[in-house]
């Protein structure tokens, strides 16, 4: 009896190891197999950078995520190994992230031989626009959006930091201000020599100069949502016809197991329950 407890107990305690990883692994291969038709379909190679809360590890512990060093490591070394005649889509789903990184990975993507297309099903914001316009073309939900690239010091805006330096007099500002501000000035000349860089080819040299100082100078605050129409309106070569496979593939990010209660539901229509069937 006894022992029979004791096994009991003892496949419990191996299901909760175990079972989140199997789980992890299934996704993770469910994942491959539509990254693969994506690139059938598409002729590309297919790499993506989708951060949403991943529920892995002991438990479901949630991991937050970012463009970090770790991510531009792996998009490089997938660029790199991608043939120069191979056409690149990068699908991108991200708050944003390092400014090193997103740079690293707009220039690689920028410097491909083929096309290069940048697929938002949501959103791109910050380090994720950086590197979106660095692309060929630009795929994005109808509602989906990019954001501003102005550089963030201290959790502070750059452009905000400038301004309230120049609206006190400056014996007034202590030394430590002064030199936040400083290295926000150069923070924004830097950001903006780069998409400078990245737009000059492809809207000429003073489009590029004017759509490049809007991103960087404060104009909107950082997470303001900029859609397809505004996008556009910069001159950039936008289309709105994400493959339907980029949202299947979206479904397979998990958020948290352990959540209270979920945040979104929504029951399929008449249509898609007979689809499904």
């Given at each position: 009896m006894y022992d029979l407890y004791g096994i009991f107990w003892l496949l419990i305690f191996l299901y909760l190891i175990f079972m989140p990883q199997m789980k992890h692994q299934m996704l993770v291969s469910a994942r491959r197999k539509l990254m693969e038709k994506i690139?059938?379909?598409?002729?590309?190679?297919?790499?993506?950078?989708?951060?949403?809360?991943?529920?892995i590890g002991f438990l479901g512990i949630p991991v937050y995520r970012f463009i970090d060093i770790d991510d531009s490591e792996k998009v490089l070394r997938a660029i790199r190994s991608t043939p120069e005649n191979k056409p690149i889509d990068l699908i991108i789903h991200t708050p944003g992230g390092l400014v090193l990184a997103a740079t690293q990975i707009a220039k690689?993507?920028?410097?491909?031989p083929a096309k290069t297309t940048v697929i938002v099903p949501h959103y791109a914001m910050s380090?994720?626009?950086?590197?979106?316009?660095?692309?060929?073309?630009?795929?994005?939900d109808p509602h989906a959006v990019l954001g501003p690239v102005d550089p963030q010091l201290m959790n502070y805006p750059a452009p905000s930091?400038?301004?309230?330096?120049?609206?006190?007099?400056?014996?007034?500002?202590?030394?430590?201000?002064?030199?936040m501000a400083d290295i926000a000035e150069r923070a924004?000349?830097?950001?903006?020599?780069?998409?400078?860089?990245l737009l000059k080819d492809k809207?000429?040299?003073?489009?590029?100069?004017e759509v490049a100082e809007m991103l960087t100078e404060g104009k909107w605050t950082h997470d303001y949502p900029l859609t397809v129409e505004t996008v556009r309106e910069f001159g950039l070569r936008i289309s709105t016809d994400i493959p339907e496979e980029v949202y299947e593939l979206m479904d397979l990010y998990q958020q948290p197991l352990m959540q209270r209660h979920p945040g979104v539901e929504f029951a399929p229509s008449q249509g898609e329950k007979k689809a499904e069937k």
């Open positions: 690139a059938e379909k598409r002729g590309s190679n297919v790499i993506t950078i989708i951060h949403r809360q991943e529920s690689a993507l920028n410097d491909h380090g994720g626009t950086l590197i979106a316009l660095a692309a060929d073309e630009i795929i994005m930091i400038l301004r309230a330096v120049e609206k006190k007099n400056l014996n007034d500002v202590d030394d430590q201000t002064l030199i924004i000349n830097q950001v903006r020599e780069l998409v400078y860089s809207l000429g040299d003073e489009r590029a100069k």
